[in-house]
């Protein structure tokens, strides 16, 4: 699925699979920690996770949610042809887990003071899709 031609020749959009099942679990209010358990490669239960744990007040938890969203997004990133920068487009809502979880990231590592991680993943985050930097926000 592409959104548009590339007419500068930079990197393709990576689009990540949908996992049909584990979104709908998540949409009909299984909780995020069941759905990750049962999909461990379902980013979007993680970022659900980190922004439960953020919204209580638990920034390391957060954080370990988050890297575990984040790293099993780019592990299915890769195994989708992505090289390592361009485009992950917002708008293919498989994407939203892994952008989601990069988001939280960012947001718990200037939590706790890791100040260049929180600018590395906000970075991160606008290359891969302004829109989703925006919405973010």
Not at 125 to 137: F, I
Request: aromatic share 8%.
């Amino acid at each position: 699925m592409m959104t548009g031609e590339n007419l500068l020749g930079g990197p393709p959009e990576t689009f990540l699979p949908d996992d049909p099942e584990a979104r709908e679990a998540l949409a009909s209010g299984v909780d995020p920690a069941t759905v990750a358990a049962a999909h461990p490669a379902f980013s979007l239960a993680w970022a659900e996770l980190a922004d439960r744990a953020f919204a209580a007040g638990d920034a390391v938890t957060s954080y370990a949610f988050a890297r575990t969203g984040y790293h099993r997004g780019l592990d299915q990133l890769r195994r989708s042809g992505w090289k390592g920068q361009g485009p992950i487009p917002w708008e293919h809502e498989p994407n939203q887990g892994f952008l989601r979880s990069l988001n939280a990231l960012g947001r718990a590592a200037e939590a706790i003071g890791e100040t260049d991680e929180a600018t590395r993943c906000a970075q991160f985050l606008r290359d891969s899709s302004q829109t989703a930097a925006e919405k973010l926000r």
